[in-house]
């Protein structure tokens, strides 16, 4: 079985949240970087709900950033839909 990754991520009102990491990736062409993750919290369907982040590492510690681009939260979309697709069969 593979181990967890848990980060800690502090919100903006200093609380600190343990969080699982499903994926971390950086689309090479425009060299941003992304998180996406757990609190392993359920929606009304029983399905686990995920979050993804932009990573910006420019002021040394990594802050979570919205994505807030029609266009680029398409992309990171397919690109989930993409690994969905590898992981069932």
């Known amino acids: 079985m593979e181990e967890k990754k848990i980060m ?5 009102d200093g609380s600190i949240d343990e969080v699982e990491v499903i994926l971390a990736f950086e689309f090479k062409d425009t060299k941003k970087e992304y998180v996406i993750y757990t609190k392993n919290e359920k929606d009304e369907n029983g399905n686990i709900t995920i979050y993804v982040s932009t990573v910006d590492r ?3 510690q990594p802050q979570l ?5 029609e266009a680029e939260w398409n992309r990171i979309k397919d690109l989930l839909r993409e690994l969905s697709k ?4």
């Not at 800690?8 to 903006?12: G, K, M, N, P, Q």
């Open 65 to 69: 950033g919205t994505i807030t681009d």
């Open 58 to 60: 420019n002021n040394g």
């Open 8 to 12: 800690s991520i502090v919100a903006e």
């Open 86 to 89: 590898t992981e069932v069969e």
